[in-house]
Every structure is written in C-alpha cells, then in structure tokens.
C-alpha cells in the first residue's frame, strides 16, 4: 500500500482542526494521516485524537520553532489561528506568519490556511459607514487573517486560502442562540437586516478541507470558500420554530444597536455582521454551497445540523 500523506493540523483539539482529524481517521482508505497539533498533549480532547489514531505532537504558534518540528516530514498543514483567545490582530498575524515560515521550512506541498477577508479592502479606515477598531482595523478578527495570506504567498507556500463561513455552532457556544425577549417571546438577534448570512456546521469544515487536500494541485494558490447554505435571519428563526417546536422570531438590529451589546468582541461583530450584510451579493458569492457540497457530499443544511444539535442550543 502507498504511504499515507501526513497532514499536520494544527488546532487540532479545536472546531476546525478536529474536524479535519476525525475527517482523515475515518476516511481509512484515503491516502492521508493526521498529525495533531496542541500545546496540551495531555489534554482529554488530544487523548481522544490520540484515541483515533492520530499522531499528537506539541506545538505554540507563538514558538516557530515548535511549529518545525510538528510540520516536519508532513506533506501537508491546515492552518488555523484562534482570535477569540487573545483578541490580538498582532499577535493572531504574528501566529498565521510563524506557520507560513514554518511550512515553508518543511517544504510542505500544500497548506490550507483558513483565512476570512481582510475587509478594509471594502471599508477602508477612512470610510465612516463602521468605526475604526483598534486604530487601524475594521473587523478585527478577520483582517489580519486576510492580511496574512500575503506571507503565505510572498514566501511561496503551497497555499489554497480556504473561507470559512458564520458557524450554526454560535448558537450553542457563542450565546448567538434565541432568547427571550422584553416581550416574552423567543428571538434571534442579528443586524443582517433582510440579507443572508452564509452559515456551515463546523464539523463540515475539515470535512471540506480533506476534499481539497484530496484534490491533489487543484485549488493550490487559488482562495476558494464554503457554506452550507445561505439563509436570512428571518428564515434561520422559521428554521429554528420548526425544529423547537416554538415559535422563534428575527429580531433584525441596526450594527450601531448591536456594536453596544457589551459583550468582549461586540464591536468586532458588529462591524463583521454589517460587511456581511452591505457586501452580501461579494460575501455570499465567495462561499458557494454547491462547490463545499462537491467537497463534501455529507454537507449539512441548517434544517440537518438542527435535527442534530437542537437540543443541544441553549434556551435562554
Ligand atoms: N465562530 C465562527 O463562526 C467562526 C467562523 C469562521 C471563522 N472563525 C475563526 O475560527 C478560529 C477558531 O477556530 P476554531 O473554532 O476551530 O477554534 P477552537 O475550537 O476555539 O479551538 C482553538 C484551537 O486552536 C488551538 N490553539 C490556540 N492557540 C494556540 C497556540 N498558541 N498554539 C497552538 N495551538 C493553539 C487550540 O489548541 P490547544 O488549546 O489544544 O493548544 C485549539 O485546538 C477563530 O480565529 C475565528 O475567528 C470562527
């Protein structure tokens, strides 16, 4: 039998990330292996990955040296930082930056880098329709993301630069799920107005990934996104009515509403949701279904992740 191709996923022990693992472990005849990468080899979710038949090594995207040394003898890596760790744009830069350099130490053959846009190439600083955040982003958490693929690219990496989409996990562990209003009833809350908000199950990212490590050359150098469909507030809270079993309404909220909810990253999102929502017809053509769905054919529409995971959204 050839030998499998080594993927080194970093986040492994996380959303993205452990969904690639799982995807690889069980795909047995499919040509791949998993490394999996975590500053906690001890932890219970990389003893589950361990479990599965992946190879646990210990790295910190802060350390580039750890990172060589995870990425070596692998032909691959899926590259994913986590923002809402440290809510650093600089440091969430730095850490995209240390894979790249390491990927390109390890010669790796093909990187997918889960990046988002960097979106001051729609709003720039000067445009006043969102504020300024952190003097001198206007979605923090996807700007420099965006901003790093060009270290990917300058230091010719491999890369497919893969966009990812809101996940429908939000509403069970980012307090994005329905609650009871003023008025007693239950309500989403988005400033999405009447626009769509393209949405996946995060599981179906790594699922979407190993389709593209699968497609050999194919998407190397191309930026290429996925959703698992695009849906409007209004039709996510008929969605949600269905499978509850109670009535959900869409409570649309200006971004200059939502920008004041207090929560740590409000701003952020709100900023976020308003891109989505004045470049929909851009943000929506970027993450096309049909093309995740030839990726991954098992990929879940919101009616499948809710017969999964309805009972799993808090009620608040
Ligand atoms: N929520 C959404 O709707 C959404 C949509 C699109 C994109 N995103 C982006 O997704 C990213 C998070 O991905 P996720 O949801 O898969 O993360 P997650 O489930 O929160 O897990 C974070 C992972 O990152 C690893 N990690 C964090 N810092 C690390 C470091 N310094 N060194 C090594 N590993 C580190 C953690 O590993 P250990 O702790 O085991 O070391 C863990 O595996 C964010 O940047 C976010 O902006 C989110």
Request: aromatic share 10%.
């Amino acid at each position: 039998m050839a030998e499998k191709k080594l993927i080194a996923v970093v986040g492994a022990t996380g959303a993205q990330g452990g969904g690639l693992v799982r995807a690889i472990m069980s795909d047995k005849s499919g040509g791949f292996a998993a490394r999996a990468l975590t500053r906690k080899v001890d932890s219970d979710k990389a003893k589950e990955l361990a479990w599965l038949g992946a190879d646990v090594v210990v790295a910190d995207l802060d350390d580039v040296e750890s990172l060589n040394r995870a990425f070596a003898g692998a032909y691959g890596a899926f590259c994913v930082t986590n923002f809402w760790e440290h809510l650093s744009p600089e440091k969430e830069f730095a850490q995209a930056k240390n894979m790249a350099q390491a990927a390109k130490h390890a010669g790796l053959k093909h990187v997918i880098w889960s990046t988002l846009e960097d979106t001051r190439q729609w709003v720039p600083l000067s445009d006043t329709r969102m504020p300024t955040l952190m003097g001198k982003y206007k979605v923090p958490h996807f700007d420099a993301k965006g901003e790093a693929n060009r270290v990917f690219t300058e230091l010719g990496v491999p890369t497919t630069f893969l966009l990812t989409s809101f996940y429908w996990e939000n509403m069970i562990y980012f307090g994005m799920g329905p609650k009871k209003g003023p008025d007693g009833k239950m309500a989403i809350t988005l400033p999405m107005d009447d626009k769509k908000l393209p949405g996946i199950a995060v599981e179906d990212i790594g699922t979407c990934a190993l389709g593209i490590f699968k497609k050999g050359q194919e998407y190397i150098g191309k930026t290429v996104g996925i959703a698992g469909e695009h849906l409007t507030g209004a039709q996510m809270a008929a969605a949600l009515t269905k499978a509850l079993g109670q009535e959900v309404r869409y409570n649309a909220v200006p971004p200059e509403v939502y920008r004041t909810f207090g929560f740590p990253g409000a701003d952020d999102l709100g900023n976020m949701f308003q891109f989505k929502r004045d470049f929909e017809s851009y943000f929506c053509g970027a993450r096309n279904p049909a093309f995740a769905r030839s990726l991954n054919p098992s990929l879940q529409t919101f009616d499948t992740w809710l017969a999964h995971n309805k009972n799993r959204i808090p009620l608040e």
